[in-house]
């Protein structure tokens, strides 16, 4: 039972252009939620995280909202670097659960 | 501020052998966690501690896998004995937990890779 769940295992962009990256919960519970991007042979570096008092939180080129109702979650990066390609993760709840990472490949 | 430090980073091994990761989290962070990640796919909890309780093991597979937190500080994670599906990466996480609830990002170590031959 996926209690995260990243329906697109991967996606392009051109530079400059903007990101979306979506994320689906199922568990109700979960009432904190962040992002983190993975480069290879490295471990996971937290970008932002937004708790469930709250539907928009800004870091610079980084926006993720929420949609509570909906159990929804997505990061938006806007202008996207190529230094922005990696895998995405955006765990959620007590302990953490990870779905199955999205790629974002930022193209030149 | 030193991270959360793994090691070995590397490790192969023939089956049936035994394998230890040792994790030592960020000072003062009272959750632990590790994690499995296979290659293409998420990381998968293994076990949460806080401080040095096992508040969460249930996907710790307990027949060959053990866990132990002493001192609520370093942490280490053993295989006996490892078969050919446990090659993946081993990644250890600490954060800080107050009242049972997280204050801030889970910091990652960079993983312990390990080959089962």
Redo the contacts between chains.
Sequence with gaps: DQQVKQNSPSLSVQEGRISILNCDYTNSMFDYFLWYKKYPAEGPTFLISISSIKDKNEDGRFTVFLNKSAKHLSLHIVPSQPGDSAVYFCPGGQNFVFGPGTRLSVLP | EAG?VQSPRYKIIEKKQPVAFWCNPISGHNTL?W?LQNL??????LI?YENEEAV?DSQLPKDRFSAERLKGVDSTLKIQPAELGDSAVY?C?SSLTTA?Q?TG???????S?LTVL
């Excluded at chain 2, 990002?105 to 993983?111: I, Q, R, S, Y």
């Design positions: 959360v966690y994690y293409g796919q998420g990381p998968e909890l949460r969460d990644l996480a049972g997280y990002e889970l910091f990652f170590g960079e993983g890779r």
